[in-house]
């Protein structure tokens, strides 16, 4: 019998355990700040962005709502983004993306004062995991460690392998895990023999982007899987990269889709505009 990895459950305690510091803080006088930045109106981004602000609503975090035309230029994003650089009172800076095709993404995301980079997407965030420095995380992978620590799941000595090479998931999640001593192969679409290398994993976590790809064939009895992947099948059935039926009975734990890692990204994006406080007066 597998352990199913609860992520709401997970998520939920870690917004508890973020709601109590942001308490703290405001028994200090210092209040946490989020501004949040739409370009345009993506349904998807829309629902993302709401979620957001709920999750701080939940947690006491203010959050600053920015919602812009879809044909704002980048000049004007850049200079809003300048400005709340500036601002005192103002902890985290979040776009969310996409953005609309007149805007370069990586301009914009590289304009954002590391010390307020809470999605943790800056150079110098990446940079600093890269070296063990203290900085941002991106969210989706520092979630997942907090998944694998709360599940019991030791990570140090074990092999570790990520699927998907992707700057938000699988390089950060790569250096989280060799952050706790995994031993990690890092496998993407050029990968010669993907299933040779899945089956070595203790511990494999799942970012291709493809809907129920990973069989059992591709994992090791025993293993721990972490999927990654959000898609709809043909049913209208929210499901991951994995197939879950198919490799559950195999693994020593998995994560569901949805209630898997899906929860733990906002929770962690709370965690980081909490943890801004502290990196912004280092
Ligand atoms: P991406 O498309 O940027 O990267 C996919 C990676 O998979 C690439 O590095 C590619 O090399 C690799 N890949 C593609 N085909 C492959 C194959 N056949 N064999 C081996 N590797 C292959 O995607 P991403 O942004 O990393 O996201 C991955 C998945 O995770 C998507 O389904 C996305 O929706 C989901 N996601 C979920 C969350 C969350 O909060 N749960 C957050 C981010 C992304």
């Not at 942001?22 to 979620?51: C, F, H, R």
């Not at 943790?120 to 995380?137: E, Q, S, T, Y």
């Not at 490799?247 to 994560?255: D, Q, S």
């Amino acid at each position: 019998m597998y352990q199913l990895i609860d992520g709401k459950k997970i998520s939920a305690e870690i917004k508890e355990e973020v709601k109590a510091k942001v308490a703290e803080y405001k028994k200090q006088g210092v209040e946490i700040t989020l501004a949040v930045i739409q370009v345009g109106n993506d349904p998807a981004s829309s629902v993302y962005v709401g979620n957001k602000k709920k999750a701080c609503e939940f947690v006491g975090i203010r959050s600053l709502s920015y919602e812009l035309p879809e044909e704002t230029t980048q000049e004007e994003l850049l200079d809003l983004v300048k400005e709340l650089n500036e601002r005192a009172d103002v902890n985290g800076i979040l776009v969310q993306l996409p953005l609309p095709k007149q805007i370069d993404e990586e301009t914009v995301l590289n304009t954002i004062s590391p010390l307020k980079d809470v999605d943790g997407f800056h150079p110098m965030n990446v940079g600093a995991l890269c070296i063990g420095k203290a900085g941002f995380v991106s969210c989706t992978p520092a979630g997942i460690i907090e998944l694998l620590k709360r599940s019991d799941v030791d990570i140090a000595g074990k092999e570790c392998v990520v699927i998907g090479r992707s700057n938000i998931v699988g390089k950060p999640m790569a250096l989280l895990l060799l952050r706790e001593n995994g031993t990690v192969t890092v496998t993407h679409s050029r990968t010669i023999d993907l299933k040779e290398v899945t089956s070595r994993a203790d511990i494999l976590v799942v970012a291709i982007g493809k809907p129920k790809m990973i069989t059992a064939e591709y994992v090791k009895k025993g293993a721990v899987v972490i999927d990654v992947g959000i898609h709809r099948d043909a049913n209208n059935k929210l499901c991951g990269d994995v197939d879950f039926d198919n490799v559950a009975e195999k693994c020593n734990a998995i994560t569901p889709v949805p209630g898997g890692v899906g929860p733990m990204t906002i929770a962690m994006l709370m965690k980081n505009c909490v943890e801004s406080v502290a990196l912004q007066n280092i």
